[in-house]
Every structure is written in C-alpha cells, then in structure tokens.
C-alpha cells in the first residue's frame, strides 16, 4: 500500500481527496497539511510514496513548496492536484519545471470532486506518481547524469544503444515575450537531405519537461515535420506549444484542423482529440477525430502512428520518451509493415516513467536506445537539414 501526503488549505478538499484515496486498496493517506510550511516540515522527517500537492495556499503555496524541496535536496514525488492549473497553464509548467511528475485538475469545489471523471483521472495519475523510482531531488538547472543502458539480456538487443553523453540545458524561457536566442546550429555538420521524411514523437508523463531537451536542439532547417503526441488534457497543448516555441529556432505550433505539414515546423496534437495525419490532394494534413479514449488517454500516439500508414512519406523516424503504460507500440507496430522506420527510444535513467520506452524497446523494433540528451541529434542526423 503506497502512502500519500495530501497538501491543500481547504479542510473540505482534504476531505473529499482523502475519502477518494483511501477507497482504492493501493494507496492510504498518511498525513495531511494545511499549507506548504506543514508540508515541509512533514517532508522533512518522513517519506511518502507521493504527494498530492494543490497550488493556490496561504503563508507557502505549492511553487513555492517546490522551490524549497529542491533547495534543500529533499526528494518527493509530487502529483500537482489544483483548480488553479484550469485558470492559467504556465502554473502547470511552472510546477513540471520545479519537480512536479503530472498534474490534474481539480474541480473549483468539493462536492464536484465526486464525479467520475475526476476519480479516474487522480488514481490513476496517482499510479504513476507513486510507481516512479524515486530519485534525489535536484537544484534548478542541474540534470542527472544517464546510466549505461540496459543491457542485452534483459531486454531486446537494439540495433544500436548510444553511449550516455553530458546533457544539454536548454535555456529557460524567463520572459516568454522575446524568442530565445537559439543554440546556434552549424547545418554543414549536418548530413542533407533527400526523400519525403517526417519525425512522429510520443510522450507521456515527464513529456513537457524532457521536450525542453529535445525540441530547442532541433535547427530551423530541418529538413522535415515534426508531430508530438504530447498527452496532455484541453487546455494545455496551446501553452505547451507556445512555451517551446519561445525557445526554439524551429517553429512550434499547436496542430490545428487542416494544417499542411511543412519541413521545420513541429506540430503538438491538441488534448482531447485524437490526431491523425491524411493526404488530401497530395499533401499531408492534420485531421482530429473523436473516438474513445485509448490507452486511457486522448490524444492517443497509436492513433498518429496508424493514419501514418497510407502517408507519403518514404521514412518516418519514430520517437518514443518517457511515459507510463505502451502507448505509441502498437501504432508503430502497423507502421512498420507499411514504411521504413529508423525507430529511437529514451533510454531508461533519463526518463521520468520508463514505460512506453520499455514497450517498444521489448518489441525488438528499436535502431536505437538513446538518453534524452541526444535524442535531438538523433533526430537530425536521420532526416537532415535543408
């Protein structure tokens, strides 16, 4: 039974948290706090499989909670749980910079939590929260070093596992009004092109942060699109986008219906459809259906990797980081009887889940089990620049 830490000001809230909680045999909760100085304090001598953290508290709020857990190195893994993550997206993003592992939202009042949706949406992100290996925490700006990777006998041998190399810091989007100055790219180091290729990414829990050394590292000329299957609900994808964009030299842009895939754009598909890739007059367009959920979640990678299948593309690199569960395998499954694939999967220490990593990689597909720090070059030397 997981133990849980509940951090929220409003006694109701703690309530209805508590009795959702404790109604599934997984989890128990050990303590509740007022604000972050108790939670702190609570941190500070004991350990909890996850903390359920709200954002909006008197005398210390949930950032400023985080703050403090990485200053003084204290490791927890924390589910942000807050009403306050609906009225402004760059909370959220505050919050995964600072060591937050996911996020869901929280009905404005008690009563609501009820609902189903809700209940379905905290136990089973709690899930994930309290199944992450738990690691030291870590001051602003410092990444962790990546172990070797897996070795033969425990998992299919890839075609190629890439040594761990020092990880690049992106630079932080401090004033999101201005564009970053991009990491300068020296496009003669980089092989061109030729032939109709494309990059399709899958990303799950930890997806937000670790694009942040991904994407920023791609130049402005590739010389392909890039389509991220972000899971993520409405709302968010917008910002996420956005955020990127401020610091990348390629463009970032949220999907909308219809857009045309053009080389050097990545594309984020929206939370709550599911995104497809179509050929309407030759050329290759995002199109959103609304089917079910899958792999409990929408937007679905399976979804983007199927309706890549009758696309036009002679070569499809496939990505595959951090997430809980297998989303992205099956799709990528179908597409590799369709096209040639060069396929790329998050090595294990640099992921935040290793679950939809460790899918494809033990389906054998796998050309490469790459850290994240590297998955940016990855990605170049396979597709090219213009």
């Known amino acids: 039974m997981k133990n849980i830490l509940i951090v929220d000001d409003s006694a109701l809230m703690r309530r209805a948290l508590c009795d959702i909680i404790n109604s599934d045999e997984r989890f128990h909760v050990q303590d509740r706090a007022f604000n972050g100085i108790e939670a702190l304090e609570l941190l500070s001598v004991k350990k909890y499989d996850a903390v359920v953290l709200d954002i909006n508290m008197p005398r210390m709020g949930g950032l400023e909670l985080l703050k403090e857990l990485q200053s003084l190195r204290i490791p927890a893994k924390v589910l942000l749980v807050s009403s306050d993550a609906d009225r402004s997206a760059k ?3 505050d919050a995964l910079e600072l060591g937050a592992l996911d996020f869901v939202q929280k009905p404005g009042n008690a009563l609501d939590c ?3 949706d809700f209940k379905r949406n905290l136990l089973s ?8 290996r738990p690691k030291e925490a870590l001051k602003p700006q410092e990444t962790q ?3 070797e990777a897996l070795k033969p006998k425990e998992i299919p041998q890839p075609k190629e596992v890439l040594k761990p190399k020092e990880i690049p810091q992106p630079k932080a989007a401090d004033k999101p009004q201005e564009r970053l ?3 300068i790219h020296r496009p003669d180091k980089y092989p061109s092109s030729q032939g109709n290729k494309m990059v399709a990414i899958a990303s799950s829990t930890g997806g937000p942060k670790a694009l942040q050394a991904v994407i920023p590292y791609l130049p402005g000329n590739l010389n392909a699109p890039v389509v991220i299957v972000q899971h993520m609900p409405v709302g968010f994808t917008a910002s996420l986008a956005e955020r990127l964009d401020h610091m990348s030299e390629i463009s970032v842009k949220e999907a909308a219906e219809g ?3 053009k080389s050097g754009v990545v594309y984020i598909a929206k939370g709550g459809k599911h995104l497809n890739v179509v050929t309407k007059s030759g ?3 995002i199109h959103y259906t609304d089917e079910p959920y899958r792999e409990g979640v929408k937007p679905c990678a399976n979804y983007m990797y199927e309706s890549l299948c009758d696309s036009e ?3 499809i690199v496939c990505v595959v980081m951090t997430g809980m569960g297998a989303d992205g395998t099956k799709g990528i499954k179908q597409l590799n009887e369709k096209k040639k694939l060069y396929i790329v999967a998050q090595e294990a220490s640099t992921c935040a889940v290793y679950g939809m990593p460790r899918s494809i990689v033990e389906s054998g597909l796998t050309d490469k089990i790459a850290p994240l720090g590297q998955l940016a070059q990855e990605i170049i030397m396979n597709v090219g620049v213009k």
Request: negative net charge; proline residues 7%.
């Open 181 to 183: 100055q991009p990491r």
């Open 91 to 93: 909370i959220v993003f």
């Open 125 to 132: 992100a709690l899930e994930v929260v309290a199944e992450v």
């Open 114 to 116: 009820r609902l189903e």
């Open 313 to 315: 593309y002679d070569q």
């Open 145 to 147: 070093q990546p172990k």
């Open 283 to 285: 050329k290759s367009v």
């Open 259 to 261: 857009d045309v895939l």
